[in-house]
C-alpha cells in the first residue's frame, strides 16, 4: 500500500527529496513517517507527520530534513538538505491507522558519498 521512491547516491552536502505514495487514502492514517535502517542495526525512527500537520523529527535530522503530506495527492514527501555519510540507509515509509495498526513499505536506498 505504500510505495517509496527518490532515492540514490548523492554527495555529502546534497539533498534527496523521498516520495512515499499510498495506493489508499491517506485519510485512513493518523501518522505518516519515514523510519531507516542499516544493515545490522535497529530500525530507526527519522521523522513523522500526522493527519492535523504536526510533525515530529528525530534529534539527528532537525533542521535538515522535513516531512511534508498532502492527503489529496496520498503522498508524503521527505525533503533531505545536508546530508552526510551517516544518513546512509534504506529509508522506509509507514503509515499508522487511528487503531495504531502500521503498515510498512519496501523502502529506497540512500547513500552519500564522502
Known amino acids: 500500500q505504500l510505495v517509496e521512491s527518490g532515492g540514490g547516491l548523492v554527495e555529502a552536502g546534497g539533498s534527496l527529496r523521498l516520495s512515499c505514495v499510498c495506493t489508499?487514502?491517506?485519510?485512513?492514517?493518523?501518522?505518516i513517517g519515514w523510519y531507516r535502517q542499516v544493515p545490522g542495526k535497529p530500525r530507526e525512527f527519522v521523522a513523522e507527520?500526522?493527519?492535523?500537520?504536526?510533525?515530529n523529527y528525530a534529534d539527528v535530522v532537525k533542521g535538515r530534513f522535513s516531512i511534508s503530506r498532502d492527503d489529496a495527492e496520498n503522498t508524503v514527501w521527505l525533503q533531505m538538505n545536508s546530508l552526510n555519510p551517516q544518513d546512509s540507509a534504506v529509508y522506509l515509509c509507514?503509515?499508522?491507522?487511528?487503531?495504531?495498526?502500521?503498515?510498512w513499505g519496501r523502502g529506497t536506498q540512500v547513500t552519500v558519498s564522502s
Open positions: 507527520v500526522s493527519r492535523s500537520g504536526e510533525t
Open positions: 509507514a503509515a499508522t491507522t487511528y487503531y495504531s495498526t502500521k503498515f
Open positions: 489508499v487514502s491517506t485519510n485512513r492514517f493518523n501518522e
